[in-house]
């Protein structure tokens, strides 16, 4: 403790040959303004030292990329014009801590990176993990995250428009919080954030600035959670959408009148974070005065206010022309908005205070000298997870099907999603069960139809852990299929890296092989990483999460009147099973529920096969030839082919026979995964034309109120609609109601 | 014919509801700190969260500049559409009887619901069919309409009901599962759900594009 309590830096997250570099960079030691500036921006959050190397690997080029990796977020091309900015980001150990305020300001923070870009905010997504549902703890988090999700992005105006949750084990200390938002521009309106032009005014508009979240980037989210987190709830910031709101819309009113010169948001490590980075891109200095930011409290000492995370705040350059019409705007917003500094072309941050300088350090130091570290990977060579719990204890698939959908990770989304609000903006094409891919839909071309865009986010952490690259793999290419069913070929992808803590040799290795695994997957489908977010020591008191990928992927199809729908939709249509897809129980769903350990290693995935089904679908839906699509996922054909009844409304009776349903093999074809199957359904001869160009075997047809399946000795499995609806109906409902 | 979509700071759906209104007419936005309404013919209060919901749900919107022009013109007999929190703002504002309290589940709820139309023969109805139904969305924390009994009696046997939930359909847990009730003038309509949201088959039912053809054939039919 005592050596905590004499070297200032290490209680502030700084190794001491980092403080010894900071020391030589400055030439002299840092003050306390400084010192808690560098351990900040020095933070694994904001430097990300520990993944920097390896991000190199991803493919960041793609035709329809407009801004990739380094802006606030990232943007596609989507035609006529328009760009899509995009991107997804973490908000995990606020989360852990306090559910609602950490949900809902992770998508305060999301929104803000895309109106940062200039963009219209007009979806959020998130992805989310917490422990079993049997736990008290998770069952709070998920109430209250969901609430917190809710909270913010129903106030604001933005739908929440998709999403994904799982339960494990691994999560149940360290639950994970994903928010991806999307926005909306005209590609010329895509705004950068480096600061020009010495002499220029820096106006600080939004929220005004407290003591919340003091330390949030260094002290929460860069150390593993521990036992005495309620500690650091002060370093929880507090939401307030109503304020973001007003935020939003005056930012967008600042660049529709061509008032700024760039713009940025306050996130992690607040003014101190923000300011460095408009200096950094820009090649430039900046000076601040710290004692012209207006407060919430009196009293706060020049270091709180530039490390302070208060949420709803921007910073903007400004020619000094301008700065009136700029004030005025923002007052019109009831935004507060102060001139706070000016660019300089001295290369430094110097931070003011009472016309004293308190802070002065090389731009160059803080954004770009922290050290980046090579990682030691090494494959575990026992197992790191428990096997997970026994909870079901039956061979029979007749009653492996309801427990399926009833299990918490299968069980109906709705009494999550319908917290959410998914309409607003007049967008929403597609909504959450409508289909595998959420879809909005963008302004009419000139004949008339509607273009759209499609948005999904994947990434199963039990799988990454099973083999962090053939795991990521998969998660890139389900994210991939789900685009394909509504018909959208893939533009952009962005992704959150949640891992445990990246200097045990374990934990490097699922990083390293899991990038190399999202690399090779995003090279294979031509698909660029236009940004993301890394989040690591994810670790609680019981061990590291599941290596966690999560993907959003962006994808656009030419006419929404036509995307896709997942449900059975039509009487007598013809069903069949299309694409490479080989199912293995290990690591699957069935494996989870009945105990299994988890293997060492998936099989390989045919990739190119994969993308070729893939586009075939896509086709085929484009074309209007399918009546529904739908991806197979967790709890194979079986679970696939009952959301498909369940979703439209219509029974099948499906022939296994030929199939390898009987035996050993039964309860892998029934409930086997893989990536790279499709249950689709429509008019015969549409899908015959298919089967020329891939895999694609005619399995039934869409009939009747029940769900048949006939198996290799005749035997039939057979669950009437209502009965598989009702297992599906409570897993979920009945945790957020107890 | 031309609408005026107010905003209010936290205002929601406002572009929505102008995207409805130009499909039967004109529409402009109506800045809360105004009191010029420019002219139109009708007003809609759109929904959202206005001042954030603090305080009260509408509660401060009902003080906007912009509101005292609005009660002028309700008193005049202009046509005024309120939509969920439009619907709470004209509550507060004592142009519509009753009050709207927190869902019975204290959660916000986003659901696909069916209305049934009690009357059809007003400013807001008059393109639907009496005892037709509606579906059209519902998405609100706050939605659980309320009067006390003599005023809910009184609503009732004026027929002042013009839209209630389908028998299994409401979520909030609204007296006599009433959706939408009018003023005693019959100028003056809120309801909960929102039409603004289903006027376009690409993004789901075209059923409350019924309700702004209703006002503009009323307002049509009286100049």
């Not at chain 1, 080029?61 to 801004?67: I, N, Q, S």
């Not at chain 2, 509101?67 to 504002?93: D, H, T, Y």
């Not at chain 2, 002042?160 to 959706?179: C, I, M, T, W």
């Amino acid at each position: 403790m005592s050596d905590t309590a004499t070297a200032p830096h290490r209680a502030l997250g700084l190794t001491d040959a980092e403080y010894e570099l900071i020391v030589e960079k400055l030439g002299r030691e840092p003050n306390a303004v400084e010192l808690s500036m560098f351990s900040l921006m020095w933070s694994e959050h904001c430097a990300y030292k520990h993944s920097k190397k390896l991000l190199h690997q991803l493919p960041t080029e793609g035709p329809y990329l407009l801004m990739g990796p380094g802006e606030n977020a990232g943007a596609v091309d989507v035609g006529d014009g328009l760009a899509i900015a995009f991107k997804v980001e973490s908000h995990n150990h606020p989360s852990a801590v306090e559910p609602f305020q950490g949900a809902a300001t992770g998508v305060g923070g999301i929104l803000r990176d895309v109106f940062a870009v200039g963009a219209r905010p007009i979806a959020v997504l998130d992805s989310l993990r917490f422990g079993e549902l049997d736990s008290a703890r998770s069952r709070y988090l998920l109430e209250h995250a969901v609430g917190g999700i809710g909270h913010y992005g129903n106030s604001i105006g933005v739908p929440t428009i998709g999403g994904e949750l799982y339960f494990e084990g691994p999560y149940e200390q360290n639950c994970l919080v994903n928010a991806m938002a999307l926005g909306i521009a005209q590609h010329e309106r895509l705004t950068r954030s480096a600061a020009t032009g010495p002499g220029n005014a820096l106006i600080l508009f939004g929220a005004l600035t407290g003591r919340d979240g003091i330390g949030g980037a260094s002290v929460l989210a860069s150390a593993e959670l521990g036992e005495s987190d309620a500690d650091k709830r002060p370093t929880v910031q507090i939401g307030d959408p109503f304020a973001e709101k007003k935020l939003m819309e005056c930012s967008l009113e600042l660049l529709d009148r061509e008032l700024l010169v760039s713009l940025q948001d306050l996130g992690a490590a607040g003014l101190t974070s923000s300011s460095s980075e408009m200096a950094s891109k820009g090649g430039l200095g900046l000076d601040i005065h710290v004692d012209r930011v207006p407060l919430r409290e009196p009293g706060m000492e020049p270091f709180e206010i530039m490390v302070s995370e208060s949420q709803e705040r921007m910073l903007c350059v400004v020619e000094p022309a301008r700065v009136d019409e700029v004030l005025a705007v923002c007052a019109k917003w009831e935004t507060t908005a102060t001139a706070i500094g000016e660019v300089t072309d001295s290369g430094r941050l110097r931070v003011l205070s009472g016309g004293d300088v308190v802070g002065d350090m090389p731009v160059e130091a803080l954004v770009d000298d922290c050290p980046l570290y090579d990682l030691a990977p090494e494959k575990p060579s026992a197992p790191i997870y428990p096997a997970p719990r026994r909870i079901l204890d039956t061979d029979e698939p007749a009653a492996i099907l309801p427990a399926l959908l009833g299990s918490w990770n299968l069980a109906d989304r709705r009494p999550v999603f319908e917290q959410y609000d998914c309409l607003v903006q007049s967008r929403t094409v597609r909504r959450p069960d409508d289909a595998d891919a959420a879809v909005l839909m963008l302004p009419a071309a000139a004949d008339g139809t509607h273009p759209a865009i499609a948005v999904s986010i994947d990434g199963s952490g039990r799988r990454v852990a099973c083999d962090p690259y053939r795991g990521t793999v998969e998660a890139v290419l389900e994210c991939a299929a789900n685009l394909a069913c509504v018909g959208a070929a893939p533009l952009g992808l962005t992704n959150c890296l949640n891992f445990g803590n990246p200097e045990k040799p374990h934990i490097a290795w699922q990083l390293s092989e899991s990038v190399r695994g999202m690399a090779d997957a995003c090279r294979a489908l031509d698909v660029p990483v236009v940004g993301g977010n890394v989040s690591l020591y994810n670790e609680g008191p019981e061990g590291p999460i599941y290596p966690t990928p999560v993907v959003g992927m962006v994808g656009r199809l030419p006419d929404a009147a036509r995307a896709g729908r997942l449900g059975f939709a039509v009487e007598g249509d013809a069903i069949a099973f299309a694409g490479p897809f080989t199912p293995s129980l290990p690591g699957s769903e069935l494996a989870k529920l009945r105990g299994e350990p988890l293997p060492d290693g998936l099989p390989e995935v045919d990739v190119a096969a994969v993308r070729k089904a893939q586009e075939v679908v896509r086709e085929a839906v484009r074309r209007g030839e399918l009546r529904s699509a739908h991806d197979v996922a967790e709890g194979g054909l079986a679970v696939a082919l009952a959301e498909c009844c369940i979703g439209g409304g219509h029974g099948a009776a499906v022939d296994f026979r030929g199939a390898g349903a009987a035996g050993e093999r039964l309860l892998e074809t029934l409930f086997g995964e893989g990536a790279g199957g499709f249950v689709l359904s429509g008019p015969r001869p549409a899908l015959a034309a298919l089967a020329r160009e891939i895999n694609l075997t005619f399995v039934g047809e869409v009939a009747g109120e029940q769900l048949t399946l006939t198996l290799d000795d005749d035997a039939r499995l057979s669950w009437p609609l209502a009965e598989l609806r009702a297992a599906r109906a409570r897993g979920i409902a009945d945790a957020l109601d107890s | 014919m031309r609408f005026g979509v107010l905003r209010f700071p936290g205002t929601c759906d406002e572009v929505d509801a102008q995207l409805a209104c130009e499909r039967v007419g004109e529409a402009a936005i109506l800045w809360h700190g105004d009191t010029d309404l420019q002219g139109v013919d009708a007003i809609v209060v759109p929904g959202g969260f206005s001042y954030g919901d603090y305080l009260r749900v509408g509660a401060i919107a009902r003080f906007a500049p912009i509101m005292e022009s609005v009660i002028a013109f309700a008193r005049e007999g202009g046509p005024v559409l309120g939509i969920c929190n439009g619907f709470q703002v004209l509550c507060e504002a004592g142009l519509l009887p009753g009050a709207l309290l927190p869902n019975k589940t204290l959660r916000f709820v986003c659901r696909q619901v069916d209305l049934v139309v009690e009357h059809a023969d007003t400013i807001f109805t008059n393109a639907c069919a009496e005892e037709e139904r509606l579906s059209i969305p519902a998405k609100h924390t706050t939605g659980c309409w309320y009067a006390p009994p003599e005023l809910a009696e009184q609503v009732e046997a004026n027929g002042q009901v013009l839209l209630r939930y389908a028998p299994g359909e409401s979520f909030n847990g609204s007296l006599g599962d009433v959706a939408g009730v009018r003023n005693e003038a019959g100028n003056v309509f809120g309801l909960m759900p929102h039409p603004e949201h289903a006027v376009d088959p690409l993004t789901g039912s075209t059923d409350g594009l019924k309700l702004f053809q209703s006002i503009a054939n009323h307002v049509g039919a009286h100049v």
